[in-house]
C-alpha cells in the first residue's frame, strides 16, 4: 500500500445516503489507463494537458452505427462531418472505415481532397461556397447540397460557364417537433419553398439532381423527430418520381444523433437518456421502407452523424495546480485545462475524474481551469475527493467540437495523441510554441 494521502481536516455535515442538491451520490471511478497507456505514463511523455484519442473507440463506435443502419435498410452510407473533428489522422481512422467526407467550407474541402478522398465522395454543404468552391466542386464532381437560392442560380450560372451538369441534392428543413426549428439552413418543406427549388432544377435541365439532404439539429434526443423528417424526405422523392419521372439516387438525413454526454441542467446523465443507434437506425429505416418510394428506386440512404462518432473516442488529460477555498468556504480546485480548449464545457456537464486512486470523502468542488478569466469553469459544483497538486485528472468524451472550437487564448494548443488499435501513442497534432504563434505574426518596419 502506498503512502495515505494528508487531506486537512475540515467540519461538515455528513448525508450518507441522503439525496443531496446533485442526486444520489455518486460513484466516482478514476480513469488511470486509456487503451493500456497509464495517464500518468502519456502525460509525463507528452505533456499537460493533453487530448487523447482513442482509434479502438472510433472504430468500434462507428462499426456499432454502421450495423444498426445497414441490417435495418439496404443501401448505407456514412460520410464524415469533418468540422465536428477535422484532425487529419481522425478523418483517415473514418475513411478507412469506408465515410465518405462531409464539409462544410472551402478549407474542409481541401483537407478532404488531401486526405485522399475522391471528388464524387465529398458532400459539400453549408451556406458559405465561394464561386471558387463551387467550381472546383462541379470539377470534381462531388454533391453539392444547395442552401439557397442564390447559390442555385450560382450553380445554373457555372453549368453553361464549365459545360458541365454539376451533381446537387438541396437541403430541406422542416418541422419535426424539434424547437426552436433549423430553419436557416436550406429550402423549407412545409410552406412548399422546397419544391418551389426542386422545380426550378428540374425545369432549368442544367443540374443532375441527384439527393436530399436534411439535418434537423444537433444531439437530438427523440428518435422519433427523424421518422418524421425521413418521412418528409420519402414524400418529395416520390413526388418526383410522380411529376418527372426523376429517381432519386441518396436521401442524406445529416447527423445530429445526441453522444452519451451530459447536457448542462440535465436531471439524468447522457448515459441514460441518449438514444441508441439502434433507435435511430429503426426511425429512419421504418419512414423510408414504409413510404410510397417504389421497391426499386429506394435510394441510398446517407448519414452524416459526427457527434456520435467521436465524442466517446475522445478524452482530456490535466494536471491539478492547487487547492483553495472559495470566500463561502467552498473548496475550489484549479486544473490545466482551460475552456478554451474545452469549447463544449458552454453546454456539457462533462465527466471529470481522478486519475489516480482516491479517498472515499468527497466534498462539493468547483473545478476552475488556469485562465485569469472568471468564465474559465469546468464543473461549477462536482461532488469530488480532494486532489493534491500534481495530480491528474481525466475528462472524457470530449472527441466531438472541441479540437475544431478550441482557441489560442492565454495558453497554446496542446498535443493531441492517438492511440492504435495496438496500443501504442502517436502524437497527431503538435503543440504550438511561442514560434508556431509568432511566425503568422507581422511587425511593420516602423515598429522593429
Ligand atoms: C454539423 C453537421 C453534421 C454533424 O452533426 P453532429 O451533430 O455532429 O452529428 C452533419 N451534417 C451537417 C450538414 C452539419 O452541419
Redesign the pocket.
Known amino acids: 500500500m502506498g503512502k495515505l494521502v494528508f487531506e486537512r481536516p475540515i467540519i461538515k455535515k455528513l448525508s450518507s445516503g441522503m439525496p443531496s442538491k446533485f442526486g444520489m451520490k455518486t460513484k466516482i471511478d478514476p480513469i488511470i489507463e486509456i487503451d493500456n497507456n497509464l495517464v500518468k505514463d502519456l502525460l509525463n511523455e507528452f505533456g499537460s494537458p493533453l487530448f487523447v484519442i482513442s482509434e479502438k473507440t472510433m472504430r468500434k463506435t462507428y462499426q456499432k452505427a454502421k450495423r444498426s443502419f445497414s441490417t435495418r435498410y439496404p443501401k448505407v452510407q456514412f460520410s464524415w462531418?469533418y468540422?465536428?473533428n477535422y484532425l487529419d489522422a481522425v478523418c483517415r481512422v473514418f475513411h478507412q472505415e469506408g465515410s465518405w467526407a462531409?464539409v462544410?467550407s472551402g478549407f474542409e474541402y481541401d483537407k478532404a481532397i488531401r486526405n485522399g478522398v475522391s471528388g464524387d465522395h465529398i458532400i459539400f454543404?453549408g451556406p458559405d461556397k465561394s464561386m471558387e468552391d463551387l467550381e472546383k466542386a462541379v470539377l470534381n464532381s462531388s454533391l453539392i447540397h444547395i442552401d439557397h437560392f442564390d447559390e442555385l442560380y450560382n450553380l445554373i450560372e457555372l453549368a453553361d460557364k464549365l459545360d458541365k451538369v454539376p451533381k446537387v441534392a438541396i437541403r430541406v428543413n422542416m418541422d419535426t417537433g424539434i424547437y426552436p426549428q433549423w430553419d436557416r439552413f436550406g429550402f423549407n418543406y412545409d410552406n412548399g419553398e422546397a419544391w418551389d427549388a426542386l422545380n426550378r432544377i428540374m425545369l432549368s435541365k442544367k443540374l443532375d439532381l441527384v439527393g436530399l439532404h436534411t439535418?434537423i439539429g444537433?444531439?437530438i434526443l427523440t428518435a422519433s423527430a427523424y421518422n418524421k423528417a425521413a418521412s418528409k424526405l420519402a414524400d418529395l422523392t416520390s413526388g418526383l418520381e410522380r411529376k418527372y419521372g426523376h429517381i432519386i439516387k441518396y436521401i442524406d438525413m445529416?447527423?445530429?444523433?445526441a453522444s452519451k454526454s451530459t447536457l448542462k441542467g440535465a436531471y439524468l446523465s447522457g448515459t441514460d437518456t441518449a438514444p441508441s443507434f439502434d433507435d435511430y437506425a429503426d426511425a429512419i429505416s421504418s419512414a423510408l421502407i414504409n413510404s410510397s418510394i417504389k421497391p426499386e428506386n429506394l435510394p441510398l440512404l446517407i448519414l452524416?452523424?459526427?457527434?456520435?462518432l467521436i465524442d466517446d473516442a475522445g478524452y482530456i488529460l490535466g494536471t491539478i495546480l492547487a487547492n483553495k477555498r472559495l470566500a463561502d468556504g467552498r473548496r475550489a480546485t484549479i486544473a490545466d485545462i482551460g475552456i478554451n480548449l474545452l469549447f463544449t464545457s458552454f453546454w456539457y456537464e462533462h465527466n471529470i475524474v481522478p486519475a489516480q486512486p482516491f479517498s472515499d470523502h468527497t466534498e462539493e468542488t468547483a473545478i476552475y481551469g488556469p485562465l485569469c478569466m472568471n468564465i474559465d469553469v469546468l464543473r461549477e459544483a462536482i461532488d469530488f475527493p480532494a486532489l493534491k497538486p500534481g495530480d491528474h485528472i481525466v475528462i472524457n468524451r470530449v472527441g466531438?467540437y472541441n479540437m475544431t472550437q478550441w482557441m489560442q487564448f492565454i495558453t497554446m494548443r496542446p498535443n493531441v495523441i492517438m492511440i492504435d488499435m495496438e496500443g501504442k501513442p502517436f502524437i497527431i497534432r503538435k503543440n504550438e510554441t511561442i514560434e508556431t504563434i509568432l511566425a503568422q505574426e507581422v511587425v511593420p518596419a516602423y515598429l522593429k
Open positions: 462531418s468540422k465536428t462531409e462544410v454543404n439535418h444537433t444531439y445529416g447527423g445530429g444523433f452524416e452523424t459526427g457527434r456520435a466531438a
